[in-house]
């Protein structure tokens, strides 16, 4: 009678000892495939910081390079005032129409820049320039993309 | 009468039960992440300058070009700036078309950043 009981309660908890490690089984492949998907996430989290840090450093690039074409544009203009002690005023005096010619043509290019830098569109002539003759000396970089300057 | 009050305990009890069959649903929350709204603005619309004639005046021909203003209907006036301040307008323009075309581009850049064109 005793030994039938022991048995019975051998197999028992044998059986409930299968099921736990069964129920103990299930949890832990839950949590591993809870685990591979935060794996992923984090990937997906990396990759996109990664992407976000190469877009704000090619952003600051382009930035810096247009700074430092503003400078330059400003230190042509000052050049053109000042080249070889060239006095405007002088000039204006002794070769009033040529002057008058000059500024006037100026003025137009330097509004066609700012139409440009207000988001205008270039025209076929703007994008085609190469030559020093057929760009917009006022701003260079921004009128005529395709012009490189010559050394 | 001893049936009578079975059948009595027995619809207590279904009476008492009955809401709790199936029991109560359990109300789920679940968020869904719903991106904000783009902003989507038109980029501004570029400017379209009219043209204006620069007029040189010295002390030489200031007489022939007031004759020339009055001959073609314009008032005889005009208003002027020295040679050193005809240098600094210039680059007073220059800065200004700079700042236009470094805020046009930090716009573009910023829609480019937080609005990227959706692949397709």
């Known amino acids: 009678m005793v030994i039938t009981l ?3 309660a051998g197999i028992a908890g044998a059986g409930m000892y299968v099921m736990k490690l069964r129920s103990d ?3 832990l492949k839950a949590n591993q495939h809870k685990l591979e998907t ?3 996430e984090q990937n997906k989290v990396l990759e996109q910081q990664k992407q976000d840090f190469t877009a704000i450093l090619e952003s600051n690039k382009k930035l810096n390079v247009l700074i430092n074409t503003f400078k330059k544009d400003l ?3 000052d050049k053109r005032f ?3 002690n060239r006095d405007i005023g002088k000039l204006a005096i002794d070769r009033t129409k040529a002057i008058e010619r000059i500024i006037n043509k100026a003025g137009v290019n330097a509004a066609r820049c700012i139409e440009l830098a207000s988001g205008a569109e270039h025209t076929p002539e703007e994008l ?3 030559l020093k003759s057929e760009i917009n000396p006022e701003c260079p970089a921004l009128a005529n993309p395709n012009y490189v300057p010559y050394q | 009468m001893y049936h009578i009050n079975k ?3 027995l619809a207590i009890i279904i009476l008492l039960t009955g809401c709790s069959i199936g ?4 109300i789920k929350i679940f968020s869904v992440e719903k991106p904000r709204e783009k902003l989507d603005y038109p980029m501004p619309t570029a400017l379209q300058l009219e043209e204006l004639k620069w007029i040189i005046i010295t002390s030489e021909n200031a007489q022939e070009v007031f004759a020339k203003l009055e001959a073609a209907g314009i008032d005889p006036v005009l208003f002027g700036v020295t040679d050193k301040d005809y240098q600094v307008l210039s680059r007073n323009f220059a800065q200004i078309r700079q700042k236009l075309q470094e805020t046009n581009n930090l716009l573009e850049e910023y829609k480019k950043y937080y609005e990227p064109e959706e692949k397709k």
């Open chain 1, 6 to 8: 022991v048995l019975i």
């Open chain 1, 38 to 40: 935060a794996i992923t």
């Open chain 1, 128 to 130: 085609k320039a190469t």
């Open chain 1, 82 to 84: 000042t080249k070889k």
């Open chain 1, 25 to 27: 089984n299930a949890i």
């Open chain 1, 75 to 77: 230190q042509d203009l």
């Open chain 2, 7 to 9: 059948i009595f305990a």
């Open chain 2, 23 to 26: 029991g109560e649903k359990k």
